[in-house]
């Protein structure tokens, strides 16, 4: 669906821009430094090792030492488990 994806993109975007703003343009660099250090062969997206990972809990929260999941679930609509697999 274009729409759908669409809309996953703009979020994703306002997410990013929310985190630079709000945390620095290390902290943005330093998550997604940690997207890029669990990517694998083996780790491919939806697999069932990417499923037991969730975004906020596993990469943004332990780089910002802060739980932002009340944040990523009111403005942008996903949470602490939030793995970008659902729906």
């Keep these: 669906d274009p729409n759908l994806r669409q809309h996953y993109y703009i ?3 306002c ?3 929310w985190v ?3 945390y620095g ?3 943005l660099q330093q998550i997604l430094q940690a ?3 669990r990517r694998s062969d083996v780790y491919q997206f939806c697999s069932p090792e990417f499923k037991a ?3 906020v809990a596993d990469f ?3 780089v910002l030492g802060t739980d932002i999941s009340a944040t990523t679930e009111a403005r ?3 949470g602490v488990s939030w793995n970008s697999c659902e729906g």
């Design 15 to 17: 997410f990013w821009d």
């Design 76 to 78: 942008f609509g996903f």
């Design 25 to 27: 343009r290390g902290a």
């Design 35 to 37: 997207l890029v250090a």
């Design 53 to 55: 990972t969730a975004f």
């Design 11 to 13: 979020t994703g975007s």
């Design 20 to 22: 630079e703003t709000t």
């Design 60 to 62: 943004a929260n332990p």
